[in-house]
């Protein structure tokens, strides 16, 4: 059983550590091309929070953005690899966070090309949030190894 489980949890993590590899060797200088993809969303959500609170609001980087996704992805798939609750709360926080930013179907219409798209992988998150959510909740849940008390020898009495 214990292959198996680090069997499955490997499995789970390289799509969060081979995404994360890749954005690594395509960062650059610019940030790669994560950053072109989320710098028109980043924009709009800064400048809807500049709508509603004013000047206080500080300027999101984009490159930030990408190297905390890296690193969140990254870390955090090493660890869930060897069945740290940790590694999970990380892919928890990224999936979170970058879900709503990245796949936002929200935003077209049902006709759009996009919408559908966007939808299904919306969803294909939302069920890896899900598998996650599951382990933390195993982990909590599962008893630890008890280590039984030995017996003391007793003495033949004759």
Same mark, same amino acid.
């Given at each position: 059983m214990?292959?198996f489980?680090?069997?499955g949890r490997?499995l789970?993590?390289s799509?969060f550590?081979?995404?994360a590899?890749q954005?690594f060797n395509?960062?650059?200088?610019?940030g790669?091309?994560a950053?072109?993809e989320?710098?028109?969303?980043?924009?709009s959500?800064?400048?809807?929070?500049? &709508?509603? %609170? #004013?000047?206080?609001v500080?300027?999101?980087?984009?490159?930030?953005v990408?190297?905390?996704?890296?690193?969140? @992805?990254?870390v955090?798939?090493i660890?869930?690899?060897?069945g740290?609750?940790?590694?999970?709360?990380?892919?928890?926080y990224?999936?979170?966070l970058?879900?709503?930013?990245l796949?936002?179907?929200?935003?077209?219409?049902?006709?759009?090309?996009?919408?559908h798209s966007?939808?299904?992988d919306f969803i294909?998150n939302l &069920?890896? %949030? #899900?598998a996650?959510l599951?382990?933390?909740?195993?982990k909590?849940?599962?008893p630890?190894?008890?280590?039984? @008390?030995k017996q003391p020898i007793?003495?033949?009495?004759t």
């Amino acid at each position: 059983m214990g292959f198996f489980s680090f069997f499955g949890r490997l499995l789970f993590a390289s799509l969060f550590i081979l995404s994360a590899w890749q954005m690594f060797n395509d960062f650059g200088d610019d940030g790669g091309p994560a950053a072109k993809e989320l710098a028109p969303k980043i924009s709009s959500i800064q400048r809807n929070l500049v &709508a509603k %609170f #004013g000047d206080v609001v500080p300027k999101f980087d984009v490159k930030h953005v990408v190297l905390s996704s890296m690193a969140l @992805k990254g870390v955090g798939g090493i660890l869930f690899v060897f069945g740290s609750t940790t590694g999970a709360y990380l892919l928890t926080y990224h999936l979170l966070l970058m879900t709503p930013l990245l796949h936002d179907f929200y935003n077209y219409e049902m006709d759009d090309s996009r919408f559908h798209s966007l939808l299904a992988d919306f969803i294909q998150n939302l &069920a890896l %949030f #899900g598998a996650l959510l599951y382990f933390i909740g195993m982990k909590s849940v599962a008893p630890r190894k008890l280590v039984k @008390k030995k017996q003391p020898i007793k003495t033949k009495t004759t």
